[in-house]
C-alpha cells in the first residue's frame, strides 16, 4: 500500500537530470476501487525512488525531459511541485478527503506551479460524485479532459492516418488481424449493447428498451439481460465482435463526450458503432471517416431501424464501413496510462519561465 506520509517533504532529486514534479491528488485509498486506474498503483509499488514517487519516462514519448510522479490527498504535499493534478480521483474529494479538500479550496497555486484539472468523465457524473462539496470553487490553470475546447485534449482514443498505406503501417496488433479479414467473418449476431452504470443522465434504458422491441438486440452486462463476466474482458469484447452492430451509447448526453467503448468494443474489435449522445462534429474529430452511424442522421427511430436492417442484407454496404482500415488505424489510449501527464510538460515548463 502507498502511504501518504511517505509522501512528504518535497521531492529534491531532480538536480542532475532535466524532470518535472508533477504531484497527484488521490490516494490509493480511493485508486483501488477504479480498476482503470491499476497501473498507477502498480508503478508506485515497483517503483525504486525515495519518498513514494516514482519515474514516468516522456523523454521516450518525445518530449525534453521526464517526470517524478507523487500522490496524496493532503495539502502539505503541494509543495516544491512544479504541476498538481486535480480529478483523476474524483471521489478523493469525499469521505476522508473533504476537510482536506476544504483547505483545498482556501489556497492558491505557488508562484511558477500548475494547477491542472484532469477528467475522462462528463460533469454530470463528476458532481454526483462530489455532491455537497463546492466543486466549481476549485481553481486551476489547464484543462485536460475529452473536451475539443480544452488546453490538453484526451480523448479515449483516436484514429491515425497511416503515414504510409498498407497493412504493414499498422503498430496496432487487433487492427492488423482485422485488415486481414472479411469484415463478415465470424459475425454471428446483428447488433448488441453492453453497460454495467443504469444510472445515466438521460433515458439510455428506455432508449435500449424501445430498441429491444424492433431489433434482434442482445444486451449484456448490469443493465441488460445477458452476462458476460468478467466485466471489461478481452473476452467480453471478444464477444461484442461477434455482432455487426453495437451501441455505443454513452452514460450523458454531453458536448464532445465520446464513450470508451466506442473505441475499444467496438471499433478495435471490428464492429460498427451506432452512437446516440455527443453531436456528429466531435465523432468526426476524432474518428475514423464512414465507420460509425450516428443517430442525428435520421429522422426517427424508425428510419435508423429500417437503415440498420438494410445494411443487414447488404454485404457490401456493410462492409464499405471498414474501408478506413487500410487508410490508418485507431490508437487506444484507454485505460488511461501514467505517461499521458507527459503532454502537460510544454505547459508547465512555460509557466516556470
Not at 477528467?119 to 485536460?144: F, G, I
Not at 439481460?225 to 461477434?242: G, T, V
Not at 499521458?340 to 515548463?349: D, E, G, H, R, T
Amino acid at each position: 500500500m502507498i502511504k501518504q506520509r511517505m509522501i512528504y517533504p518535497p521531492v529534491t532529486f531532480c538536480q542532475n537530470r532535466m524532470c518535472q514534479k508533477v504531484h497527484i491528488w488521490g490516494s490509493d485509498r480511493e485508486m483501488r476501487h477504479i480498476p482503470e486506474l491499476q497501473e498507477y498503483m502498480d508503478i508506485f509499488k515497483k517503483s525504486n525512488l525515495p519518498l513514494g514517487a516514482t519515474d514516468l519516462d516522456c523523454v521516450s514519448e518525445g518530449y525534453d525531459c521526464d517526470i517524478v510522479l507523487t500522490m496524496g490527498g493532503n495539502v502539505d504535499y503541494l509543495e516544491g511541485k512544479d504541476a498538481v493534478v486535480f480529478g483523476l480521483v474524483p471521489t478523493e474529494f469525499r469521505g476522508e478527503g473533504t476537510e482536506q479538500f476544504k483547505k483545498l479550496l482556501g489556497l492558491r497555486p505557488a508562484p511558477g506551479q500548475t494547477w491542472i484539472y484532469y477528467s475522462t468523465e462528463p460533469p454530470l457524473r463528476v458532481l454526483r460524485w462530489t455532491r455537497d462539496l463546492d466543486l466549481m470553487r476549485l481553481k486551476y490553470h489547464v484543462l485536460m479532459t475529452y473536451d475539443l475546447d480544452s488546453e490538453i485534449v484526451v480523448p479515449f482514443g483516436y484514429y491515425r492516418p497511416f503515414e504510409t498505406t498498407g497493412v504493414n503501417a499498422s503498430s496496432n496488433r487487433a487492427l492488423e488481424t482485422a485488415h486481414l479479414q472479411d469484415p463478415l467473418s465470424g459475425k454471428e449476431g446483428m447488433i448488441a449493447w453492453m453497460a454495467s452504470n443504469c444510472k445515466a443522465f438521460w433515458p439510455r434504458t428506455e432508449f435500449i428498451s424501445q430498441m429491444r422491441d424492433v431489433l434482434p438486440l442482445d444486451d449484456y452486462g448490469r443493465c441488460g439481460r445477458k452476462e458476460c463476466l468478467p466485466i471489461r474482458s478481452d473476452e467480453c469484447n471478444k464477444l461484442m465482435a461477434r455482432y455487426k452492430f453495437y451501441f455505443a451509447i454513452p452514460n450523458s448526453e454531453c458536448k464532445d463526450y465520446i464513450t470508451e467503448k466506442f473505441w475499444l468494443q467496438s471499433l478495435s474489435y471490428g464492429t460498427v458503432p451506432v452512437v446516440v449522445g455527443s453531436r456528429k462534429e466531435s465523432y468526426q474529430a476524432v474518428a475514423p471517416p464512414n465507420s460509425y452511424i450516428h443517430f442525428s442522421d435520421f429522422k426517427s427511430i424508425d428510419e435508423l431501424v429500417d437503415y440498420l436492417n438494410r445494411l443487414d442484407k447488404d454485404d457490401e454496404a456493410y462492409r464499405r464501413f471498414y474501408d478506413w482500415r487500410s487508410q490508418g488505424e485507431v490508437v487506444l489510449t484507454f485505460p488511461t496510462r501514467p505517461t499521458i501527464f507527459c503532454k502537460a510538460l510544454p505547459i508547465s515548463m512555460r509557466n516556470e519561465m
